[in-house]
Protein backbone atom coordinates (compact mmCIF):
# COMPACT_ATOMS: atom_id res chain seq x y z
CA UNK A 1 0.00 0.00 0.00
CA UNK A 2 2.71 2.87 0.82
CA UNK A 3 4.57 1.60 -2.64
CA UNK A 4 1.17 2.26 -4.03
CA UNK A 5 0.68 5.80 -2.86
CA UNK A 6 4.41 6.51 -3.03
CA UNK A 7 3.70 6.09 -6.74
CA UNK A 8 0.60 7.83 -7.36
CA UNK A 9 2.05 10.67 -6.00
CA UNK A 10 5.19 10.18 -7.78
CA UNK A 11 2.42 10.06 -11.40
CA UNK A 12 1.27 13.64 -9.58
CA UNK A 13 4.44 14.67 -9.54
CA UNK A 14 5.47 14.01 -12.96
CA UNK A 15 1.72 15.39 -14.80
CA UNK A 16 1.86 18.47 -13.26
CA UNK A 17 5.72 19.27 -13.84
CA UNK A 18 4.46 18.55 -17.90
CA UNK A 19 1.16 20.18 -17.93
CA UNK A 20 0.77 23.46 -18.91
CA UNK A 21 0.17 26.09 -16.12
CA UNK A 22 -1.58 29.79 -15.93
CA UNK A 23 0.23 31.35 -12.82
CA UNK A 24 -1.05 34.62 -12.13
CA UNK A 25 0.66 37.32 -10.04
CA UNK A 26 -0.21 40.28 -8.62
CA UNK A 27 2.27 43.44 -7.86
CA UNK A 28 1.21 45.91 -5.17
CA UNK A 29 2.80 48.61 -2.57
CA UNK A 30 2.13 48.01 0.81
CA UNK A 31 0.02 50.38 2.06
CA UNK A 32 -0.83 52.16 -1.16
CA UNK A 33 -4.56 53.16 -1.36
CA UNK A 34 -3.55 54.67 -4.83
CA UNK A 35 -4.92 51.41 -7.10
CA UNK A 36 -1.71 50.98 -8.28
CA UNK A 37 -2.49 47.26 -8.00
CA UNK A 38 -1.04 45.45 -11.28
CA UNK A 39 -1.15 41.79 -12.60
CA UNK A 40 0.83 39.33 -14.51
CA UNK A 41 0.36 36.43 -16.10
CA UNK A 42 2.56 33.73 -16.66
CA UNK A 43 1.72 30.56 -19.25
CA UNK A 44 4.32 27.85 -18.89
CA UNK A 45 4.59 24.97 -20.81
CA UNK A 46 7.46 22.36 -20.50
CA UNK A 47 10.52 24.76 -20.30
CA UNK A 48 9.19 27.42 -21.84
CA UNK A 49 7.21 30.77 -20.31
CA UNK A 50 5.47 33.04 -21.44
CA UNK A 51 4.87 36.48 -19.24
CA UNK A 52 2.36 39.07 -19.99
CA UNK A 53 0.20 42.16 -18.29
CA UNK A 54 -2.96 41.39 -18.02
CA UNK A 55 -4.35 44.61 -16.77
CA UNK A 56 -7.32 45.81 -18.54
CA UNK A 57 -7.64 49.93 -19.70
CA UNK A 58 -11.13 51.56 -19.93
CA UNK A 59 -10.90 54.04 -22.44
CA UNK A 60 -8.65 55.16 -25.07
CA UNK A 61 -4.60 54.80 -25.30
CA UNK A 62 -2.35 57.00 -26.27
CA UNK A 63 -0.25 56.31 -29.21
CA UNK A 64 3.49 54.76 -29.46
CA UNK A 65 1.97 51.81 -26.84
CA UNK A 66 3.28 48.33 -27.52
CA UNK A 67 2.45 44.97 -26.31
CA UNK A 68 4.75 43.95 -24.51
CA UNK A 69 5.95 39.79 -24.09
CA UNK A 70 8.71 38.14 -22.22
CA UNK A 71 9.14 34.36 -23.29
CA UNK A 72 11.89 32.14 -21.67
CA UNK A 73 13.33 28.79 -22.67
CA UNK A 74 14.90 27.39 -19.70
CA UNK A 75 16.56 24.61 -21.96
CA UNK A 76 18.45 27.38 -23.81
CA UNK A 77 19.42 29.90 -20.77
CA UNK A 78 17.76 32.59 -22.88
CA UNK A 79 14.96 34.75 -22.34
CA UNK A 80 13.07 37.39 -25.36
CA UNK A 81 11.42 40.18 -25.04
CA UNK A 82 9.13 41.20 -27.36
CA UNK A 83 7.13 44.70 -28.43
CA UNK A 84 4.71 44.38 -30.64
CA UNK A 85 2.69 47.78 -32.28
CA UNK A 86 -0.66 48.38 -33.87
CA UNK A 87 1.36 49.74 -37.17
CA UNK A 88 2.27 45.76 -36.89
CA UNK A 89 5.96 46.77 -35.95
CA UNK A 90 7.64 44.27 -34.24
CA UNK A 91 10.92 44.56 -31.98
CA UNK A 92 12.75 42.05 -29.64
CA UNK A 93 15.66 41.36 -27.60
CA UNK A 94 17.23 38.40 -26.32
CA UNK A 95 19.75 38.15 -22.95
CA UNK A 96 20.85 34.99 -20.60
CA UNK A 97 19.16 33.76 -17.98
CA UNK A 98 22.34 33.68 -15.91
CA UNK A 99 22.74 37.14 -14.58
CA UNK A 100 26.85 37.29 -13.02
CA UNK A 101 26.11 40.93 -11.96
CA UNK A 102 23.50 39.46 -9.51
CA UNK A 103 24.22 37.38 -6.55
CA UNK A 104 21.69 35.68 -4.73
CA UNK A 105 22.51 34.53 -1.28
CA UNK A 106 20.24 31.47 -0.03
CA UNK A 107 18.73 32.09 3.57
CA UNK A 108 17.44 29.04 4.73
CA UNK A 109 14.01 27.20 3.90
CA UNK A 110 10.10 28.57 5.49
CA UNK A 111 6.81 28.61 4.81
CA UNK A 112 5.08 31.57 2.47
CA UNK A 113 1.96 31.49 1.10
CA UNK A 114 1.27 27.47 2.08
CA UNK A 115 4.53 26.69 0.17
CA UNK A 116 7.64 25.03 1.06
CA UNK A 117 10.30 27.78 0.14
CA UNK A 118 13.63 28.65 -0.03
CA UNK A 119 14.26 32.07 0.73
CA UNK A 120 16.65 33.96 -1.04
CA UNK A 121 18.17 38.03 -0.72
CA UNK A 122 20.08 40.43 -3.34
CA UNK A 123 20.65 43.81 -3.47
CA UNK A 124 21.24 45.74 -6.46
CA UNK A 125 21.88 49.45 -7.20
CA UNK A 126 21.05 50.18 -3.39
CA UNK A 127 17.42 47.80 -3.12
CA UNK A 128 16.86 44.87 -1.13
CA UNK A 129 15.17 42.14 -2.68
CA UNK A 130 13.98 39.10 -0.89
CA UNK A 131 12.90 36.20 -3.49
CA UNK A 132 10.59 33.24 -2.40
CA UNK A 133 10.91 29.59 -4.28
CA UNK A 134 9.61 27.05 -3.91
CA UNK A 135 11.18 23.26 -6.22
CA UNK A 136 8.02 21.14 -4.50
CA UNK A 137 5.78 22.20 -7.62
CA UNK A 138 8.67 20.29 -9.81
CA UNK A 139 9.23 22.77 -12.85
CA UNK A 140 10.91 26.71 -12.83
CA UNK A 141 8.77 29.41 -13.25
CA UNK A 142 9.20 33.20 -12.65
CA UNK A 143 7.08 36.67 -13.67
CA UNK A 144 10.69 38.59 -13.55
CA UNK A 145 13.44 37.01 -15.26
CA UNK A 146 15.90 40.17 -15.86
CA UNK A 147 17.54 39.62 -12.37
CA UNK A 148 18.49 36.23 -13.23
CA UNK A 149 16.98 32.53 -12.74
CA UNK A 150 16.39 30.51 -9.99
CA UNK A 151 15.05 26.77 -9.50
CA UNK A 152 11.46 26.42 -9.21
CA UNK A 153 8.61 29.05 -8.86
CA UNK A 154 8.62 31.84 -7.51
CA UNK A 155 5.79 32.41 -4.89
CA UNK A 156 6.52 35.79 -3.46
CA UNK A 157 9.77 38.82 -4.20
CA UNK A 158 9.69 42.09 -2.08
CA UNK A 159 11.92 44.72 -2.76
CA UNK A 160 13.18 47.24 0.04
CA UNK A 161 10.29 45.65 2.74
CA UNK A 162 7.21 47.15 0.70
CA UNK A 163 6.80 46.17 -2.88
CA UNK A 164 5.27 43.07 -3.55
CA UNK A 165 5.26 40.78 -6.06
CA UNK A 166 3.60 37.31 -5.14
CA UNK A 167 1.93 34.68 -6.77
CA UNK A 168 -2.29 34.57 -6.56
CA UNK A 169 -3.22 31.60 -8.25
CA UNK A 170 -2.18 28.35 -10.33
CA UNK A 171 -4.61 26.88 -13.15
CA UNK A 172 -3.67 24.25 -16.02
CA UNK A 173 -4.11 25.53 -19.39
CA UNK A 174 -4.40 22.52 -21.55
CA UNK A 175 -5.00 25.45 -24.83
CA UNK A 176 -1.22 26.28 -24.74
CA UNK A 177 0.72 24.66 -27.24
CA UNK A 178 4.05 23.10 -26.22
CA UNK A 179 6.11 25.39 -28.28
CA UNK A 180 4.63 29.05 -27.13
CA UNK A 181 8.02 31.17 -28.39
CA UNK A 182 6.94 32.15 -31.93
CA UNK A 183 9.17 31.29 -34.41
CA UNK A 184 9.33 34.88 -36.02
CA UNK A 185 9.15 37.35 -32.77
CA UNK A 186 9.96 40.40 -35.22
CA UNK A 187 13.12 42.78 -35.68
CA UNK A 188 16.08 41.45 -33.60
CA UNK A 189 17.84 44.62 -31.72
CA UNK A 190 20.06 45.21 -28.77
CA UNK A 191 18.69 45.88 -25.30
CA UNK A 192 19.75 49.31 -25.28
CA UNK A 193 18.09 50.09 -28.79
CA UNK A 194 14.56 48.49 -28.12
CA UNK A 195 14.80 50.69 -24.75
CA UNK A 196 15.00 53.25 -27.36
CA UNK A 197 12.70 52.02 -29.89
CA UNK A 198 9.99 52.18 -27.25
CA UNK A 199 10.54 55.51 -25.84
CA UNK A 200 10.81 56.88 -29.60
CA UNK A 201 7.26 55.56 -30.33
CA UNK A 202 6.00 57.50 -27.20
CA UNK A 203 7.17 60.28 -27.79
CA UNK A 204 5.50 62.86 -30.32
CA UNK A 205 7.96 65.15 -32.21
CA UNK A 206 7.21 67.87 -34.82
CA UNK A 207 10.56 68.83 -36.97
CA UNK A 208 9.67 72.78 -37.18
CA UNK A 209 12.62 74.09 -39.25
CA UNK A 210 16.05 71.88 -40.06
CA UNK A 211 18.95 73.79 -40.74
CA UNK A 212 17.46 76.56 -42.05
CA UNK A 213 20.06 80.18 -42.91
CA UNK A 214 18.74 82.89 -40.64
CA UNK A 215 21.27 85.74 -41.77
CA UNK A 216 21.02 89.30 -43.01
CA UNK A 217 20.41 89.71 -46.91
CA UNK A 218 17.64 91.22 -49.51
CA UNK A 219 14.94 89.09 -49.98
CA UNK A 220 11.55 89.23 -51.82
CA UNK A 221 8.83 90.53 -49.42
CA UNK A 222 6.26 88.35 -49.08
CA UNK A 223 2.30 88.77 -50.04
CA UNK A 224 -0.48 86.69 -49.49
CA UNK A 225 -1.96 84.76 -47.12
CA UNK A 226 0.42 82.52 -45.06
CA UNK A 227 0.98 78.34 -46.47
CA UNK A 228 1.35 75.95 -44.31
CA UNK A 229 4.39 74.02 -43.78
CA UNK A 230 6.59 76.41 -46.06
CA UNK A 231 9.41 78.77 -44.54
CA UNK A 232 8.92 81.98 -45.29
CA UNK A 233 11.73 84.75 -44.26
CA UNK A 234 10.89 87.96 -42.81
CA UNK A 235 13.07 91.23 -42.01
CA UNK A 236 16.01 90.65 -44.42
CA UNK A 237 16.10 87.62 -43.56
CA UNK A 238 16.82 87.57 -40.03
CA UNK A 239 13.22 85.81 -38.73
CA UNK A 240 11.70 82.70 -39.90
CA UNK A 241 8.46 81.77 -39.89
CA UNK A 242 6.24 78.61 -40.33
CA UNK A 243 2.76 77.85 -40.03
CA UNK A 244 2.19 74.20 -38.97
CA UNK A 245 -1.03 72.54 -37.56
CA UNK A 246 0.17 70.71 -33.78
CA UNK A 247 -3.04 68.13 -32.32
CA UNK A 248 -4.70 68.80 -30.18
CA UNK A 249 -3.28 66.39 -26.81
CA UNK A 250 -4.22 65.19 -23.21
CA UNK A 251 -3.41 68.01 -20.53
CA UNK A 252 -0.86 65.06 -19.13
CA UNK A 253 1.93 65.69 -21.67
CA UNK A 254 5.13 67.58 -21.23
CA UNK A 255 6.16 70.16 -23.94
CA UNK A 256 9.51 70.63 -25.14
CA UNK A 257 11.27 72.44 -27.94
CA UNK A 258 14.94 71.47 -28.75
CA UNK A 259 16.72 73.84 -30.95
CA UNK A 260 19.89 73.36 -32.71
CA UNK A 261 22.31 76.70 -33.69
CA UNK A 262 25.27 76.64 -35.68
CA UNK A 263 27.40 79.67 -36.86
CA UNK A 264 27.29 79.83 -40.56
CA UNK A 265 29.99 83.05 -40.81
CA UNK A 266 28.31 85.22 -37.96
CA UNK A 267 31.28 85.43 -35.15
CA UNK A 268 29.12 87.14 -32.53
CA UNK A 269 27.14 86.12 -29.75
CA UNK A 270 23.41 87.30 -30.67
CA UNK A 271 20.38 87.45 -29.29
CA UNK A 272 17.81 84.65 -30.62
CA UNK A 273 14.07 84.08 -29.62
CA UNK A 274 11.37 81.04 -30.51
CA UNK A 275 8.30 82.28 -30.31
CA UNK A 276 4.39 81.91 -31.61
CA UNK A 277 2.51 84.45 -33.26
CA UNK A 278 -1.36 84.78 -31.03
CA UNK A 279 -4.26 85.44 -34.11
CA UNK A 280 -7.13 85.32 -32.08
CA UNK A 281 -7.63 89.32 -31.91
CA UNK A 282 -8.31 91.33 -35.02
CA UNK A 283 -4.32 92.41 -34.99
CA UNK A 284 -1.18 90.71 -34.35
CA UNK A 285 2.53 90.47 -35.94
CA UNK A 286 1.34 88.57 -38.96
CA UNK A 287 0.06 92.13 -40.47
CA UNK A 288 3.43 93.60 -39.73
CA UNK A 289 5.02 90.87 -41.37
CA UNK A 290 2.72 90.38 -44.33
CA UNK A 291 2.26 94.97 -44.52
CA UNK A 292 3.63 96.86 -42.51
CA UNK A 293 4.64 97.03 -38.82
CA UNK A 294 3.24 101.05 -38.78
CA UNK A 295 -0.19 98.89 -38.79
CA UNK A 296 0.41 97.97 -35.25
CA UNK A 297 -0.23 100.13 -31.39
CA UNK A 298 2.73 102.45 -31.02
CA UNK A 299 4.23 103.30 -27.69
CA UNK A 300 6.43 106.63 -27.23
CA UNK A 301 8.49 107.50 -24.21
CA UNK A 302 9.99 110.72 -23.06
CA UNK A 303 12.87 110.35 -25.56
CA UNK A 304 10.31 110.25 -28.55
CA UNK A 305 11.64 106.89 -28.90
CA UNK A 306 8.22 105.02 -30.61
CA UNK A 307 8.07 101.37 -29.72
CA UNK A 308 5.31 99.22 -31.72
CA UNK A 309 3.76 95.50 -31.48
CA UNK A 310 5.25 95.46 -27.37
CA UNK A 311 2.24 94.99 -25.26
CA UNK A 312 -1.41 93.61 -24.59
CA UNK A 313 -3.88 96.01 -26.60
CA UNK A 314 -7.62 95.28 -26.62
CA UNK A 315 -7.52 94.22 -30.20
CA UNK A 316 -3.92 92.86 -30.14
CA UNK A 317 -1.61 90.10 -28.51
CA UNK A 318 2.22 90.40 -28.59
CA UNK A 319 4.22 87.20 -29.59
CA UNK A 320 4.37 84.62 -27.24
CA UNK A 321 7.95 83.95 -26.06
CA UNK A 322 9.23 80.09 -25.85
CA UNK A 323 12.13 81.08 -25.38
CA UNK A 324 15.16 83.60 -24.77
CA UNK A 325 18.62 82.29 -26.27
CA UNK A 326 21.89 83.23 -27.12
CA UNK A 327 24.35 82.43 -29.66
CA UNK A 328 27.82 81.77 -28.79
CA UNK A 329 30.82 83.14 -30.32
CA UNK A 330 31.14 81.59 -33.77
CA UNK A 331 30.18 77.81 -32.64
CA UNK A 332 31.15 75.61 -35.43
CA UNK A 333 32.07 77.69 -38.46
CA UNK A 334 35.39 79.24 -36.54
CA UNK A 335 36.26 75.79 -35.13
CA UNK A 336 39.28 75.27 -36.92
CA UNK A 337 40.49 79.72 -36.80
CA UNK A 338 41.34 78.94 -32.88
CA UNK A 339 43.23 76.66 -30.57
CA UNK A 340 43.35 76.68 -27.51
CA UNK A 341 45.63 73.88 -25.66
CA UNK A 342 42.69 71.86 -23.52
CA UNK A 343 39.61 72.96 -25.23
CA UNK A 344 37.97 71.09 -27.71
CA UNK A 345 35.24 73.23 -29.33
CA UNK A 346 31.73 71.85 -30.06
CA UNK A 347 30.31 71.63 -33.19
CA UNK A 348 26.68 72.93 -32.34
CA UNK A 349 25.05 74.96 -29.59
CA UNK A 350 21.77 73.05 -28.56
CA UNK A 351 18.87 74.12 -26.13
CA UNK A 352 16.02 72.24 -24.93
CA UNK A 353 13.84 73.84 -22.54
CA UNK A 354 10.21 73.08 -21.19
CA UNK A 355 7.39 74.59 -22.36
CA UNK A 356 4.29 72.93 -20.99
CA UNK A 357 3.22 75.95 -19.35
CA UNK A 358 2.33 77.46 -22.62
CA UNK A 359 1.46 74.97 -24.00
CA UNK A 360 -2.04 76.30 -25.14
CA UNK A 361 -0.11 78.02 -27.66
CA UNK A 362 1.05 75.09 -29.41
CA UNK A 363 -2.11 73.50 -30.54
CA UNK A 364 -4.10 73.63 -33.98
CA UNK A 365 -2.87 76.60 -36.24
CA UNK A 366 0.27 77.65 -35.41
CA UNK A 367 2.64 80.45 -36.52
CA UNK A 368 5.76 79.69 -35.03
CA UNK A 369 9.47 81.92 -35.71
CA UNK A 370 12.84 82.02 -34.76
CA UNK A 371 15.23 85.26 -34.81
CA UNK A 372 18.86 86.12 -34.39
CA UNK A 373 19.34 89.68 -34.80
CA UNK A 374 22.53 89.38 -36.88
CA UNK A 375 24.22 91.58 -39.77
CA UNK A 376 26.02 89.06 -41.51
CA UNK A 377 25.37 87.56 -45.00
CA UNK A 378 26.05 83.85 -43.48
CA UNK A 379 24.53 84.00 -40.44
CA UNK A 380 23.51 80.94 -38.49
CA UNK A 381 22.00 77.44 -39.22
CA UNK A 382 19.18 76.41 -37.01
CA UNK A 383 16.58 73.12 -36.33
CA UNK A 384 13.98 72.83 -34.13
CA UNK A 385 11.62 70.60 -32.94
CA UNK A 386 8.71 70.72 -30.61
CA UNK A 387 8.35 67.16 -28.78
CA UNK A 388 5.80 66.06 -26.05
CA UNK A 389 6.11 63.70 -23.96
CA UNK A 390 3.36 61.73 -21.92
CA UNK A 391 3.01 60.92 -18.07
CA UNK A 392 -0.29 58.65 -18.67
CA UNK A 393 -1.48 56.37 -20.51
CA UNK A 394 -4.62 57.45 -21.13
CA UNK A 395 -5.70 60.03 -24.46
CA UNK A 396 -8.75 61.61 -22.67
CA UNK A 397 -8.68 65.43 -23.94
CA UNK A 398 -11.33 66.80 -21.79
CA UNK A 399 -8.93 68.63 -18.80
CA UNK A 400 -7.03 71.18 -21.05
CA UNK A 401 -7.88 73.36 -18.82
CA UNK A 402 -4.64 76.15 -18.42
CA UNK A 403 -5.51 79.99 -19.39
CA UNK A 404 -2.58 82.15 -20.59
CA UNK A 405 -2.52 85.91 -21.83
CA UNK A 406 0.38 87.88 -23.26
CA UNK A 407 0.84 90.72 -21.40
CA UNK A 408 4.15 92.03 -23.39
CA UNK A 409 7.65 91.06 -24.76
CA UNK A 410 9.97 93.58 -25.73
CA UNK A 411 12.05 91.21 -27.56
CA UNK A 412 12.33 93.21 -30.98
CA UNK A 413 12.22 90.30 -33.65
CA UNK A 414 11.03 92.85 -35.80
CA UNK A 415 14.44 94.47 -35.98
CA UNK A 416 15.04 94.61 -39.06
CA UNK A 417 11.94 95.74 -40.13
CA UNK A 418 11.75 98.71 -37.86
CA UNK A 419 11.13 97.75 -34.79
CA UNK A 420 12.63 99.22 -31.82
CA UNK A 421 15.39 97.93 -28.76
CA UNK A 422 13.72 98.30 -25.70
CA UNK A 423 15.52 101.59 -24.33
CA UNK A 424 12.32 103.38 -22.59
CA UNK A 425 13.45 101.99 -18.97
CA UNK A 426 16.17 104.89 -19.14
CA UNK A 427 13.15 107.74 -18.39
CA UNK A 428 9.54 105.38 -18.54
CA UNK A 429 8.54 101.94 -17.29
CA UNK A 430 6.46 99.84 -18.93
CA UNK A 431 2.94 99.58 -17.70
CA UNK A 432 0.24 97.01 -19.61
CA UNK A 433 -3.44 96.87 -18.39
CA UNK A 434 -5.16 93.70 -18.40
CA UNK A 435 -7.88 92.15 -16.96
CA UNK A 436 -8.34 88.87 -15.40
CA UNK A 437 -12.11 86.92 -16.19
CA UNK A 438 -14.60 85.74 -13.22
CA UNK A 439 -13.48 81.63 -13.99
CA UNK A 440 -9.25 82.28 -13.83
CA UNK A 441 -7.84 81.30 -10.61
CA UNK A 442 -4.25 80.50 -9.21
CA UNK A 443 -2.91 83.11 -11.99
CA UNK A 444 1.51 83.28 -11.77
CA UNK A 445 3.43 85.60 -13.91
CA UNK A 446 5.95 84.13 -16.19
CA UNK A 447 9.03 86.39 -16.90
CA UNK A 448 11.82 86.35 -18.95
CA UNK A 449 14.49 89.23 -18.55
CA UNK A 450 17.70 89.97 -19.95
CA UNK A 451 19.84 93.51 -20.03
CA UNK A 452 22.39 94.47 -22.91
CA UNK A 453 24.86 96.95 -23.38
CA UNK A 454 28.07 95.92 -24.29
CA UNK A 455 31.02 97.52 -22.92
CA UNK A 456 32.23 97.72 -18.95
CA UNK A 457 29.79 99.73 -18.20
CA UNK A 458 26.68 98.71 -19.96
CA UNK A 459 23.46 97.25 -18.40
CA UNK A 460 25.00 93.68 -20.10
CA UNK A 461 27.83 93.80 -17.25
CA UNK A 462 25.97 95.58 -14.46
CA UNK A 463 23.71 93.86 -12.20
CA UNK A 464 20.32 96.03 -12.61
CA UNK A 465 17.07 95.31 -10.10
CA UNK A 466 13.55 94.89 -11.90
CA UNK A 467 11.09 96.03 -9.93
CA UNK A 468 7.37 94.41 -10.71
CA UNK A 469 4.68 96.58 -9.53
CA UNK A 470 0.73 95.51 -9.53
CA UNK A 471 -2.15 98.14 -9.54
CA UNK A 472 0.61 100.76 -8.25
CA UNK A 473 1.70 98.44 -5.40
CA UNK A 474 5.79 97.22 -5.77
CA UNK A 475 5.37 93.17 -5.67
CA UNK A 476 8.29 91.94 -6.50
CA UNK A 477 11.67 92.78 -7.27
CA UNK A 478 14.29 90.15 -9.44
CA UNK A 479 17.64 91.26 -10.67
CA UNK A 480 18.43 88.69 -13.78
CA UNK A 481 22.45 88.07 -13.76
CA UNK A 482 24.37 84.81 -14.98
CA UNK A 483 27.56 83.98 -13.37
CA UNK A 484 28.31 80.67 -14.99
CA UNK A 485 29.05 81.92 -18.22
CA UNK A 486 32.44 80.52 -18.32
CA UNK A 487 31.14 76.91 -18.00
CA UNK A 488 30.21 77.39 -21.91
CA UNK A 489 33.49 78.17 -23.20
CA UNK A 490 34.26 75.19 -25.59
CA UNK A 491 30.80 76.41 -27.66
CA UNK A 492 32.66 79.85 -28.58
CA UNK A 493 35.70 79.94 -30.26
CA UNK A 494 35.33 83.15 -31.67
CA UNK A 495 35.15 84.59 -28.26
CA UNK A 496 37.71 87.59 -27.79
CA UNK A 497 40.57 86.24 -25.17
CA UNK A 498 41.73 88.63 -22.84
CA UNK A 499 45.71 89.12 -21.17
CA UNK A 500 44.49 87.77 -17.60
CA UNK A 501 43.46 83.87 -19.37
CA UNK A 502 40.10 84.78 -19.75
CA UNK A 503 37.32 85.14 -22.28
CA UNK A 504 34.74 87.06 -22.94
CA UNK A 505 32.09 84.75 -23.45
CA UNK A 506 33.65 83.72 -19.44
CA UNK A 507 31.52 87.13 -18.36
CA UNK A 508 28.67 87.21 -15.93
CA UNK A 509 25.94 89.08 -18.31
CA UNK A 510 22.64 90.33 -16.94
CA UNK A 511 20.63 86.83 -17.41
CA UNK A 512 22.44 85.33 -20.23
CA UNK A 513 25.22 83.91 -21.14
CA UNK A 514 26.58 82.77 -24.74
CA UNK A 515 25.35 79.55 -25.49
CA UNK A 516 22.55 79.07 -22.93
CA UNK A 517 19.02 79.90 -22.88
CA UNK A 518 17.28 82.13 -20.85
CA UNK A 519 14.99 80.50 -18.16
CA UNK A 520 11.87 82.09 -16.84
CA UNK A 521 10.87 83.02 -13.56
CA UNK A 522 7.71 82.63 -12.17
CA UNK A 523 5.90 85.04 -9.50
CA UNK A 524 2.98 84.19 -7.83
CA UNK A 525 0.02 86.97 -8.60
CA UNK A 526 -2.94 84.22 -7.12
CA UNK A 527 -4.27 87.23 -4.96
CA UNK A 528 -5.52 89.18 -7.89
CA UNK A 529 -9.23 89.25 -8.12
CA UNK A 530 -11.41 89.16 -11.11
CA UNK A 531 -11.35 92.44 -13.35
CA UNK A 532 -9.06 95.05 -14.67
CA UNK A 533 -5.70 95.58 -13.48
CA UNK A 534 -2.48 96.75 -14.18
CA UNK A 535 1.27 95.50 -14.36
CA UNK A 536 4.10 97.92 -14.44
CA UNK A 537 7.82 97.21 -15.25
CA UNK A 538 10.73 99.22 -13.93
CA UNK A 539 14.72 98.99 -14.40
CA UNK A 540 17.24 101.72 -13.69
CA UNK A 541 18.55 101.58 -16.96
CA UNK A 542 22.06 102.97 -17.31
CA UNK A 543 23.31 105.73 -19.06
CA UNK A 544 23.86 105.63 -23.08
CA UNK A 545 27.73 105.94 -24.10
CA UNK A 546 28.36 107.64 -27.68
CA UNK A 547 26.37 105.77 -30.54
CA UNK A 548 25.97 102.89 -27.60
CA UNK A 549 23.02 102.71 -26.06
CA UNK A 550 21.48 99.83 -23.14
CA UNK A 551 18.47 97.97 -23.97
CA UNK A 552 15.94 95.72 -22.26
CA UNK A 553 14.59 92.66 -23.13
CA UNK A 554 11.90 91.71 -21.24
CA UNK A 555 8.55 89.40 -21.67
CA UNK A 556 5.66 88.32 -19.67
CA UNK A 557 2.84 86.03 -19.67
CA UNK A 558 -0.13 85.48 -17.63
CA UNK A 559 -0.51 82.10 -16.24
CA UNK A 560 -3.65 80.79 -15.05
CA UNK A 561 -6.40 77.70 -14.33
CA UNK A 562 -9.62 78.30 -16.53
CA UNK A 563 -12.09 76.92 -13.80
Request: aromatic share 12%; net charge negative; charged share 25%.
Amino acid sequence: MRKLILSLLFTTFLLTANAQQRLVYQMYVLGSTDGDTTFVEVKRSGNQLKIQDINEFDGQLIPGISTDITYVDYSQDSAFFQMSYSDGDEYFCSFPLKNNNVTFTEEGEEMMNGYECKKYRTSINSNTIEVWMTETLGYNATPSVSRGALNGVMIKQLINGNRVFELKNIKKDRKLKNEIIPDNLGTRVSAKDIDKISKEKLIIRVPVFDEEQINFTEIEKFQGEIPYDSVIRFAYGTLILKKINLQNLPEHYSYFIEVEQQSNGDAYDRSGSIFVIPTERELSLKDALIDSIQLLHSYTDRRDITYRAIKLEDDFLPVVELMRFFTPFGVNHYNNAVYIDGLEWHDVAYYKQDVTDVSKHLRGDVLIGAFIGNYDGGGHKLSLDVVAYPSDYSWDLSQNDDWTLPLFNTCNVLEMAGQHYGRMFKTDSLTVEFEVPENVSDLRLRYISTGHGGWGGGDEFNPKENTIIIDGEKVFTHTPWRCDCATYREYNPASGNFWNGTSSSDLSRSGWCPGTATQPVYFDLSFLKPGKHTITIAIPQGEDVGSSFNHWMVSGILLGINN
